[in-house]
């Protein structure tokens, strides 16, 4: 808990010009410049995307589900249909996953006939992933996919175009090294 170093308020400058930090005794009441409570849960940007991720994947589930993918598999799917073969490491780092994290993915879209894994013979280290046939003809059927999403979102190409802008934003902000 913040406080001031007498019993009178204090008001403290932050980095955003827009934000005013006024520190009493008791109480840190940070607001914005229109008067609102930064700190209540629905003006938490960590709230909203975790509640929009977790909602968005959902709504992918039914969509998915008749082509017999999870939406875990049809971001694998989505990298190599980009461009296959590509190195499993590769893939994870597209999908900014490890590739350990990664692996039970490829081995179940494996096990379906849509992909395909090799050991490089130079490198057996090396795990190359590509598409089958039966996975290339399955980009046809999901070709469907962004349409659905985007009905039932109730958005756009252009409003989902400027929300993935802001969402690339973000993503470039809160990147580790490494």
Known sequence: MARASSSTDAVGAT?????????????????????????????????????????????????????????????????????????????????????ATLSPVVRRLEAQGLLTRARRPDDERSLDIGLTAEGRRLRDRALEVPPQVMDRLGMGVSDLRELHTALTRVIAATATEG
């Open 15 to 99: 980095a955003d010009p827009d934000v005013t930090v006024n520190v009493s005794e008791d109480v840190a009441d940070v607001t914005g410049d229109a008067g609102e409570d930064l700190l209540k849960l629905d003006q938490q940007v960590c709230f909203a995307l975790a509640v929009a991720a977790r909602n968005v994947i959902g709504l992918y589930r039914p969509i998915l589900e008749p082509m017999g993918l999870t939406h875990p598999q049809y971001l694998v799917m989505l990298a190599l249909w980009e461009r296959s073969p590509r190195q499993l490491r590769e893939v994870a780092s597209a999908l900014s996953l490890e590739p």
